[in-house]
Every structure is written in C-alpha cells, then in structure tokens.
C-alpha cells in the first residue's frame, strides 16, 4: 500500500514542502526566541522565503542548542497544546527533550504507517514491537504506525528474550521491529533453547536505531528467513518513521513532504553534489510543539532523488547510514567508521557479527584493538585455524582501510549482548 504522497511529482513536492516551509519560518519565529533571535541576527523576516533555495539562509539548529533550552525552550506551543514528551538518553549533560502536539502524533502515527508499508506490511500483519517503550521513541513510534495501519500490534517492549520467543510462535507474529544487534540475539538464544530461529513466522523484519550494515543484514535474513528493512529516525525529528527501505533494499525512501532533508559537508555546512557523503540535516515542516531548523543529525549518508524501481515511490532515498561525525574514530590520524570495520569483518568465513572496537594510547601512539568472535570449531580446531584466520581479520583490515589493528579472537557469547542499541566502540584514550 501506498500513500498517495509517497509517488508525488517532483514539482508538486517542492511545491508541497515551500508552502509548509514559510508557514514554519513564521511559527518558530513568532513562537521561539532562540530562532527569532537567530533570524534577527541574519537580518531574515519570515516573508524573505520565496524558493526552497532560501533554506541555505537559514541557521543550523544542532543538539548544543537543545541542551542549552532544557526542557522546555525550543516548544513552539504552550504545555497546553503538548501531548506527549519523549527523551533522547544522551551520555554526558542534560538529556534532549522532545515534544509532540496532538496534531503531532497524528503525524508521527501517519509516517509510522508509511514506514511499516514501505517494508511490505498490511492490516493483516501481527507486529511483534520489541522496541523500548518508555522515554525512547522506538516502541511507541512503531505503536502508532500499526495501529494507523490498522494492524494488529504485541506491545512487547525489547527484552524477556524467552517469552518473545513464545509470543512469536502462540500468537503466529509475522512483523518483528527491534534493533539489529537484538534480532541476532534472539536467534541465539532460540537455538540455546532447541528452536530453529529459520522457521519463525515472522516475515519481515524492520530494523535500525542503529547503525547495521548489509553483512550483518544477511546474517539477519539467513537466521530468521525473513526479509530485513532498515528503518532510520531519531527523536529530535520525530523517533523512527523518518526512513525506510522498500523491499528493493535500494536506499531508505524519506518522507520528505514532513521532513525536507538536506546532505551538507560537516564542516562547511554547504550542500555536497547529488550522491556525495555528507551530513545529514532535517528541517521539520509539519511539526507543531517543537519544530527544527535545519537540524543537523550527525549521521552520514548520500541521497538520491530518482525515483525507486523497486516500489515507484518518489520519495528521495538516503544511503544506509554510514557512519556519525560523532562516532568517527580518528587512529593515527585515519578517519574510521565502525560500519567499514563491520563491512570487512561480514565478508570473513568464520568471523560472527559480534565485535567490538577497542581504542587505546600507549606511548602516544593510538592503538585499535578488534575484537571479534569466531565460530566455535576455532577453539577445537589446531591453533593454527585461529592464527590463520586473525592474520586474515588483519590484513583484510590493513588493505580496506589502510590501518594496522590488533585482533582478538574471542569465543563465542564473550562480547556483551544488546536488546536495544549495541556499544560497538570502547574508547579509552583520554582526549
Ligand atoms: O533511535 C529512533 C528509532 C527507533 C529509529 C527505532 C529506528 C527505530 P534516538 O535514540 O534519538 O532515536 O537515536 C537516533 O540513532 O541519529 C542515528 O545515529 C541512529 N540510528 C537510528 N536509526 C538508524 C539506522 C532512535 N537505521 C540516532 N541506521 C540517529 C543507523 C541509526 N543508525
């Protein structure tokens, strides 16, 4: 199923997203101080947007700025006309609060909606939502999107392993949405437990919250036989629902008469050409309680406006997410995203998509350590399986990325399992 937004016209988009642009520009500048006081300072009156190109006028809102107005003062309503607030868990200083209108949840329930039928789901479907629910924006998002579809949905929340386990099978769940890392964990424990995770009902799976490559995709599909989509979003723009892959798996369609996105250069914030890396940037131009500027996500991705041979959509679709600026780790002066360590590691017979990166200083030098699993048969195997395949991991690494590492196998199960978002950097240089 299709919305009838999701395969609009170009022109009739742009045409869509100018006319919710000026109405934005007006409210937050009439409604919150911090984007008056930024527009007066460039000189900028609301009336001043006549084309899509006026954007670049605008400023870029950056988490910094939401820190700085907990909680309260980035709402561009009265608590009166706020529903429901959510919080992004940030690790150091204040958390990001998020609000959201009534209006809002409408649109976040319409979005949802799009996402889970983008993935191939209908009314018929039976959603297992293993996704938080609380504060995180991942289990209620998903909620609302089922219930807009009119499917039927099993608030399960992430965890209790063994009774999803059950409820998957007694209740024939055919969707399941949960992180990547917890989808892989499950499958583990159901084998623990004498279930063969391939003849689960489920059939397709919408994934993400965070970073997954398709290595690990494949590792998804081939335990639980299902398909796996990639689902993006983040709580500042509205929780997931922001994107998500069709069934051609060609790029994550992004719902861009709600959210009009924008790839800029990280350090310049000028737009990088069609298809280049660059940051991505969201500007909410339906959002009520708490609309953005131009803000600026941190995560990486490249964007295409043809439209999808997979499903006909128009919507733009982004890259899977690449990496974040944020989580780039810089080792001896090489830039390195975790997901290109994951890449390699994916391609390697043997190497299991647990692992994490190990980053430390010793006499001023920076040092990565990998650490991996590796099927069990390593560990019965001669020594010299093991030593084969760590000089392998090594060199794999050296040649793709240009970076000596160090690699440590590990047994099975040694790397600490997720059933939300997986930590898959330990940085311990004190920078
Ligand atoms: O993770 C919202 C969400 C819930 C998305 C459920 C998808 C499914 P936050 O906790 O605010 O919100 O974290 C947002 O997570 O800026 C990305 O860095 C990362 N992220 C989210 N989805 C993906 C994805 C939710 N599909 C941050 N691939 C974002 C890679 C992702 N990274």
Known sequence: MTWKQDTMEREALEALQLKRLKDLVKRVYENVPFYQKALDERGFK?????????LRKLPITNKDALRQNYPFGMFATPMSEVAEIHVSSGTTGNPTVVGYSRNDIDVWSEVMARTIACAGGTRDDVVQNAYGYGLFTGGLGVH???????????????????RQLKLMKDFGATIITCTPSYAL????????LGIDPAESSWRIG???????????????????????????????????????????????????????????????????????????????????????LRYATGDIVSITYAPCD??????????????RTDDMLIIRGINVFPSQIESVLMEIEGAQPHYQLVV??????????????????????????????????REEIQNTLRLSARVKLVEPKTIQRSEGKAKRVIDRREL
């Open 46 to 54: 609301p009336s001043d947007v006549t084309s899509l190109d006026d």
């Open 144 to 162: 609302y999107g089922a219930l807009a579809l009119g499917a039927a949905v099993i608030p399960m929340s992430s965890g209790g392993t063994k």
């Open 185 to 192: 964990y499950m499958a583990e424990t159901a084998r623990e």
């Open 206 to 292: 919408i994934f993400g919250a965070e970073p997954w490559t398709d290595g690990m995709r494949r590792e998804i599909e081939k335990a639980w036989n299902l398909l796996a989509t990639d689902v993006y979003g983040l709580s500042e723009i509205i929780g997931p629902g922001v994107a998500q892959e069709c069934p051609a798996k060609d790029g994550l369609h992004i719902w861009a008469d709600h959210f009009l996105p924008e790839i800029l250069d990280p350090d310049t914030y000028e737009p990088v050409a069609e298809g280049e890396s660059g940051v991505l940037t969201i500007t909410t131009l339906t959002k009520e309680a708490m609309p953005l």
């Open 310 to 323: 997979g499903c006909g959509r128009t919507m733009p679709r982004i890259s899977k997410i690449k990496g």
């Open 360 to 393: 430390t200083r010793e006499h001023n030098l920076d040092q990565l350590e990998v650490w991996v699993e590796v099927d069990e048969r390593f560990f019965t195997d001669e020594i010299r399986g093991l030593e084969l395949l760590e000089r392998k991991v």
